[in-house]
T-cell receptor
């Protein structure tokens, strides 16, 4: 079974600064996918970024980027130029590399962006 | 497109009562999922349906049953609700391709007294 660990229950960052959220996972599989989801106070789950394990290049989506270290089983999320709208819970998730693609979620990191 | 819709949004039950949570998606997705989210925790998979006509247990299936009614609809039933089932329930769907994004509904907040 896979496990996903987010070691930072809460973080805060000043508006316009950069913050990094940590995630580690444990798996014996070689083919898998990793995701970061955002959950604002509205409770809606929103995909932030996705990484395929077979790709060495780190994924980037505008102000969001990841540092994927496959050997270390680490998948951190960097948010640049933080905005007030980034305030939310952030969940790291592991997806198995088959069509069923069930997700295993970490416990989440609550991020507060301060003006 | 409405995406993934869930009904009801809120529900209060007494211990022992039964109810069905409804989920529908209009994106022609093959796979559908039910998760629960307890306070301060991540989502945990209850059941999933990789394709129409199939259902499988997830991490926490005890006390629940599911029905994949058709390609659009996937319902979750609590036969005899218990206080431990107080949670927020999310339905999600995705295409059949491995690694594709799961799209989530807005959630149902369920309280069992």
């Amino acid at each position: 079974a896979q496990t996903v660990t987010q070691s930072q229950p809460e973080m805060s960052v000043q508006e316009a600064e950069t913050v990094t959220l940590s995630c580690t996972y444990d798996t014996s599989e070689n083919n898998y996918y990793l995701f970061w989801y955002k959950q604002p106070p509205s409770r809606q789950m929103i995909l932030v970024i996705r990484q395929e394990a077979y790709k060495q290049q780190n994924a980037t989506e505008n102000r969001f980027s990841v540092n994927f270290q496959k050997a270390a089983k680490s998948f951190s999320l960097k948010i640049s130029d933080s905005q007030l709208g980034d305030t939310a819970m952030y969940f790291c998730a592991f997806g198995r590399g088959n069509a069923g693609n069930m997700l295993t979620f970490g416990g989440g990191t609550r991020l507060m962006v301060k003006p | 497109n409405a995406g993934v819709t869930q009904t009801p949004k809120f529900q209060v039950l007494k211990t022992g009562q039964s109810m069905t949570l409804q989920c529908a998606q209009d994106m022609n997705h093959n796979s559908m999922y039910w998760y629960r989210q307890d306070p301060g925790m991540g989502l945990r998979l209850i059941y999933y349906s990789a394709s129409e006509g199939t259902t499988d247990k997830g991490e926490v299936p005890n006390g629940y049953n599911v029905s994949r009614l058709n390609k659009r609809e996937f319902s979750l039933r609590l036969e005899s609700a218990a206080p431990s089932q107080t949670s927020v329930y999310f339905c999600a769907s995705k295409e059949g391709l491995a690694g594709s994004e799961q799209f989530f509904g807005p959630g149902t907040r369920l309280t069992v007294l």
